[in-house]
T-cell receptor, first 115, second 111 residues
Framework: EAQVTQNPRYLITVTGKKLTVTCSQN?????MSWYRQDPGLGLRQIYY?????VTDKGDVPEGYKVSRKEKRNFPLILESPSPNQTSLYFC????WGTGNNYEQYFGPGTRLTVT | QKEVEQNSGPLSVPEGAIASLNCTYS??????FFWYRQYSGKSPELIMS????GDKEDGRFTAQLNKASQYVSLLIRDSQPSDSATYLC???????????FGAGTRLAVHP
């Protein structure tokens, strides 16, 4: 089954304790990205990656890091989480490049609470 | 001006009626348009994509695109309570390899 998976699905942590949220896709998509979703603010892109070893900032990158060492994986790293990073996080993937095929698929989400 | 605008709702329709959801976008060079459905606490699910002017139908869903007016809509015929969700409009802006999402319209279908 074609899918995007994320782990963990739920996480409660404390301020300053480094954490990683994993994301993996099995569709051989070049493009992967991370979003956060907050009430009233919609989906905001944190980081994206156009292919292995190619990453760039989205609209709200502060406090986050990413890496893309393999095509299928795109982990999100919070080096020193703060309460304002409490949010619902989604990983997404889609094919890259030409034509109209920008159909993007989302993972199930990770609900993060930072106390 | 927001790049992709949607009325936040809630849009309340009776069961069996047609629900009409609207979205406007600011970049005239936008290429591709998508509608996602999102149930509370769940991930967005792609339900329609449209790339050229006119209508595109898929089951009870019809997407309509008017590039001259920079307007895309989603019609849901024979609305069901299970259609109650937030609908997100997403646009691939011209020259950008990025999807821009609207904040979503909440739809409530009541029996």
């Amino acid at each position: 089954e074609a899918q995007v998976t994320q782990n963990p699905r739920y996480l409660i942590t404390v301020t300053g304790k480094k954490l990683t949220v994993t994301c993996s896709q099995n569709m051989n998509h070049e493009y992967m990205s991370w979003y956060r979703q907050d009430p009233g603010l919609g989906l905001r892109q944190i980081y994206y990656s156009m292919n292995v070893e190619v990453t760039d900032k989205g609209d709200v990158p502060e406090g986050y890091k990413v890496s893309r060492k393999e095509k299928r994986n795109f982990p999100l790293i919070l080096e020193s989480p703060s309460p304002n990073q409490t949010s619902l996080y989604f990983c997404a993937s889609r094919p890259w490049g030409t034509g109209n095929n920008y159909e993007q698929y989302f993972g199930p989400g990770t609900r993060l609470t930072v106390t | 001006q927001k790049e992709v605008e949607q009325n936040s709702g809630p849009l309340s329709v009776p069961e069996g009626a047609i629900a009409s959801l609207n979205c406007t976008y600011s970049d005239r060079g936008s290429q591709s348009f998508f509608w996602y459905r999102q149930y509370s606490g769940k991930s967005p699910e792609l339900i329609m994509s449209i790339y050229s002017n006119g209508d595109k139908e898929d089951g009870r869903f019809t997407a309509q695109l008017n590039k001259a007016s920079q307007y895309v809509s989603l019609l849901i015929r024979d609305s069901q309570p299970s259609d109650s969700a937030t609908y997100l409009c997403a646009v691939r802006a011209g020259g950008y390899n990025k999807l821009i999402f609207g904040a979503g319209t909440r739809l409530a279908v009541h029996p």
